[in-house]
């Protein structure tokens, strides 16, 4: 249990190291993560959802609530093509919760964008062909509400 903590912790100091120029400052902007932006995932505790409306190529509405600390993970993978993109558009609370919104390849690579601020637009890119599993994080203390539509 201590080692799982201690993972989770490392993977919060990491990500507040991580300078992704544009994230947080608008809530209007789009970024996409650059290559050395992202991390292996291991001993993290997991939630899986099922996708509701899954469909290859078109966009999909989650509504998620996700535990403290705790990264949530939909049960279908996608497939994505190289280069490839996935857009997050919506909101959750509280607020000013640090959530991370993203993919997590087969290898356990979470490829990901950060914010704080209570909204997400924000484009996720793969760098190569695979299926991908969409995945959010909670960073916070406190339970998270995630309204969001997933374009890919």
């Given at each position: 249990?201590?080692?799982?903590?201690?993972?989770?912790?490392?993977?919060?100091?990491?990500?507040?190291?991580v300078?992704?120029?544009?994230?947080?400052?608008?809530?209007?902007?789009?970024?996409?993560?650059?290559?050395?932006?992202?991390?292996?995932?291991?001993?993290?505790?997991?939630?899986?959802?099922?996708?509701?409306n899954?469909s290859?190529?078109?966009?999909?509405?989650?509504?998620?609530?996700?535990?403290?600390?705790?990264?949530?993970?939909?049960?279908?993978?996608?497939?994505?093509?190289?280069?490839?993109?996935?857009?997050?558009?919506?909101?959750?609370?509280?607020?000013?919760?640090?959530?991370?919104?993203?993919?997590?390849?087969?290898?356990?690579?979470?490829?990901?964008?950060?914010?704080?601020?209570?909204?997400?637009?924000?484009?996720?890119?793969?760098?190569?062909?695979?299926?991908?599993?969409?995945?959010?994080?909670n960073?916070?203390?406190?339970t998270?509400?995630?309204?969001?539509?997933?374009?890919y």
């Open positions: 249990k201590l080692k799982g903590l201690c993972s989770a912790l490392l993977c919060v100091l990491l990500l507040n190291s300078n992704i120029p544009g994230i947080g400052n608008s809530q209007e902007s789009t970024s996409i993560i650059p290559a050395n932006s992202v991390i292996e995932i291991s001993d993290l505790k997991f939630d899986t959802s099922d996708w509701d899954y290859a190529r078109a966009t999909n509405q989650l509504e998620w609530n996700i535990s403290p600390s705790t990264m949530k993970r939909a049960s279908t993978a996608f497939s994505l093509g190289a280069n490839e993109t996935v857009t997050f558009n919506g909101t959750y609370t509280p607020s000013g919760s640090s959530v991370d919104f993203g993919l997590i390849s087969p290898d356990g690579t979470f490829y990901h964008v950060n914010t704080g601020n209570g909204r997400i637009k924000t484009t996720v890119k793969v760098p190569k062909a695979d299926k991908y599993y969409l995945a959010i994080r960073n916070s203390g406190k998270i509400k995630v309204t969001c539509t997933v374009s």
